[in-house]
Structures are given as C-alpha cells and as structure tokens.
C-alpha cells in the first residue's frame, strides 16, 4: 500500500507542459527530500530527480522538481515521444522508518 | 561505470526460501547503503529492505519484516536477500539499487530478478 499519492495518468501532445503532482504527509514530503524515477517499458526505474529539485547529469533540463510543505510536483515541458513513462515519486518516511514510493503515474504523449 | 548484476530469481512453492544475490562493480561497494526494491507483475514499487554501507544497520519494510533477512559482504561486493516464507503476494521483480549520500537516494538500479511465488 503506497503511503504517497499520485495520479494515475498524464498525457499531453509533443511540446506540450505536463505536471505530476505526489502528496504525502509530515512524516515523509514535510521532513525529508523528494526523489523522482522514470520507468520505461520493459526497463528498470532510473533516477530522475533527487533532493526535490536537483537533476542528476544527463537528465534534460525539461525535467524539473518542486516541493512546498506535504506535497511534491515533476513538471516535464517540450514534452517529447521519449518521455512515455511511469513516474514514481519517493521519499523517506520517518514513521515507518523506511523508503515509501507514491502510486506511480503513466505519462502518454498523443 | 556502476554495474548490478542480480541474480537468484525463480520459481519457488509458496511458504518456501530463495536467496537473491547482486554482484556490484563499478563503485566503492563498502562506502554506500545498498537497497532491495520489488515491483509486482503491472503495478508500481515497492521498498523492501536497505543495509547501511558497513552492513551495521538494516531497515525493512514490515510487510517483509521478520521473513527476509539483508546483508551483504563487502570482500565480495556482493549484496543478499534471503527471503524465507514465501508468499504469492512476494512475487514481482526484485531491484537491487545502490544508495547515495543519502541512503534513500537510489542512485543506479539493477536490472531485476524475476521471483515467482507459486505452487
């Protein structure tokens, strides 16, 4: 059972902004960083963005990350065919004292 | 390059064990966590366990808590998941992913083992 929730899916045409928003609690997003993987078809996740808004080297810079108290958000701009993915939110959850992962959002470009 | 390379999967009875390995390279395997992530056939992740670089600390999800057991051998950069009681609901792919500063922060994932819980 997932403790953070996103949308269930996304879709925009090429060029287009689409944003995936991930809400949490005071225990996970409110005290801790958001990190964000994109899982393509058939392949294992890859790590997106990490420490709410920071993108590892080689991530385009279409994909950016914010946080503002208990929720989080990936935005994607000049989305691009290649961009069709799951997009799993994740955060440390000092209750549970482990790793959580939001519901996980399907992105589809038209 | 930072490689993992999981192996052990199958097809397994349920209330049965399986030990999953993944063999690391590419990095200093000693100074990082290293974590087990699963994902059930069409849904989404799930953590299952992490182990702190020196092996001293273990976290578990408690879904998995007192079933599986976390450790690793630093000599042999390798990293283990002993899973023991085996249920249905434990069939997915298992990730094993290397940590960062921050352990949570999962940095390079493997390509997955498949686990089938099944009688």
């Known amino acids: 059972q997932s403790v953070l929730t996103q949308p269930p899916s996304a879709s925009g045409t090429p060029g287009q902004r689409v944003t995936i928003s991930c809400s949490g609690s005071?225990?996970?997003?409110?005290?801790?960083?958001v990190y964000w993987y994109q899982q393509l078809p058939g392949t294992a996740p890859k790590r997106l963005i990490f420490?709410?808004?920071q993108r590892p080297s080689g991530v385009p810079d279409r994909f950016s990350g914010s946080k503002s108290g208990t929720s989080a958000s990936l935005a994607i701009s000049g989305l691009r065919s290649e961009d069709e993915a799951d997009y799993f939110c994740?955060?440390?959850?000092?209750?549970?004292?482990?790793?959580?992962f939001g519901t996980g959002t399907k992105v589809t470009v038209l | 390059e930072v490689q993992l390379l999981e192996s052990g999967g199958g097809l397994v009875q349920p209330g049965g064990s399986l030990r999953l390995s993944c063999a690391a390279s590419?990095?200093?395997?000693?100074?990082?966590?290293m974590s087990w992530v699963r994902q059930a056939p069409g849904k989404g992740l799930e953590w299952v366990s992490t182990i702190s670089g020196s092996g001293g600390s273990t976290y578990y999800a408690d879904s998995v808590k007192g079933r599986f057991t976390i450790s690793r051998d630093n000599s042999k950069n390798t990293l283990y998941l002993q899973m023991n009681s085996l249920r249905a609901e434990d069939t997915a792919i298992y990730y094993c992913?290397?940590?960062?500063?921050?352990?949570?922060?999962?940095?390079?994932w493997g390509q997955g083992t498949l686990v089938t819980v099944s009688s």
């Open positions: 590419g990095f200093t395997f000693s100074s990082h966590a």
């Open positions: 992913a290397k940590g960062a500063g921050a352990a949570e922060e999962l940095t390079n």
């Open positions: 994740a955060a440390w959850d000092d209750s549970l004292s482990g790793l959580v």
């Open positions: 420490r709410n808004n």
């Open positions: 005071s225990s996970n997003i409110g005290n801790n960083y």
